[in-house]
Nanobody, 123 residues
Framework: QVGLVESGGGLVQAGGSLRLSCAAS????????LGWFRQAPGKGREFVAA????????NYVDSVKGRFTISGDNAKKMVYLQMNSLKTEDTAVYYC????????????????WGRGTQVTVSE
């Protein structure tokens, strides 16, 4: 079993920055892929970014490329999402996810999910 707890959400003005953190616990190893999803009000969950804990390889949805950076700390079992140049359309609940498959982690079929942290970007 793997536990995921997100933190770092909040209210920020457009153009500002936030850093989300995800603490992983349990049977997490560097074989896992960790990622972030988000869900805006009235919309489905959307893949944002993922990282391979063993290689550091990353993937991003096009809408955040150049603005968001995902990183990981194997020793601390932490994953971060640095979000810069935030836009109002980035407003959503952000979820940390984990899976052993690099393709599945980018889908809503990811095995493990955190409870989410709210990010609100105001004009």
């Amino acid at each position: 079993q793997v536990g995921l707890v997100e933190s770092g959400g909040g209210l920020v003005q457009a153009g500002g920055s936030l850093r989300l953190s995800c603490a992983a616990s349990g049977r997490i190893s560097n074989r896992y892929y960790l990622g972030w999803f988000r869900q805006a009000p009235g919309k489905g969950r959307e893949f944002v970014a993922a990282i391979a804990l063993n290689t550091g390889g990353t993937n991003y949805v096009d809408s955040v490329k150049g603005r968001f950076t995902i990183s990981g700390d194997n020793a601390k079992k932490m994953v971060y999402l640095q979000m810069n140049s935030l836009k109002t359309e980035d407003t959503a609940v952000y979820y940390c996810v984990a899976d052993l498959d690099r393709r599945v982690v980018m889908t809503t079929r990811s095995q493990y999910w955190g409870r989410g942290t709210q990010v609100t970007v105001s004009e």
